[in-house]
């Protein structure tokens, strides 16, 4: 069984910064790609930021320039600096994994972490 476990949600000013993190665990083989997912109340889950296993990076028009995506092989982990945050991030943000177990590739999902841009 794989496991995403996030953390660093929180509350915070417009203007600041947070850092989520999540780390994978469980009977992995690699991972293709890890990434980050938001949905706010009353709207669909968006993309957020995705870092493939070739080390490239895409970002939502919405987050480029102020969000940074960064990972950790050796630890299976996924990083994302959220800086310059505006009251319209606040959303669940959920951790995704495509992972490679012995049966194929899955798609998995963290729990989701609130974050809250509000003075």
């Known amino acids: 069984q794989v496991q995403l476990v996030e953390s660093g949600g929180g509350l915070v000013q417009p203007g600041g910064s947070l850092r989520l993190s999540c780390a994978a665990s469980?009977?992995?083989?690699?991972?293709?790609?890890m990434g980050w997912y938001r949905q706010a109340p009353g709207k669909e889950r968006e993309l957020v930021a995705v870092h493939t296993s070739n080390s490239s990076t895409n970002y939502a028009d919405s987050v480029k320039g102020r969000f940074t995506i960064s990972r950790d092989n050796a630890k299976n982990a996924v990083y994302l600096q959220m800086n310059s945050l505006k009251p319209e991030d606040t959303a669940v943000y959920y951790c995704?994994?495509?992972?490679?177990?012995?049966?194929?590739?899955?798609?998995?999902w963290g729990q989701g972490t609130l974050v809250t841009v509000s003075s």
């Open positions: 995704n994994a495509i992972v490679v177990v012995r049966m194929g590739a899955l798609k998995v």
């Open positions: 469980g009977s992995i083989f690699s991972i293709k790609s």
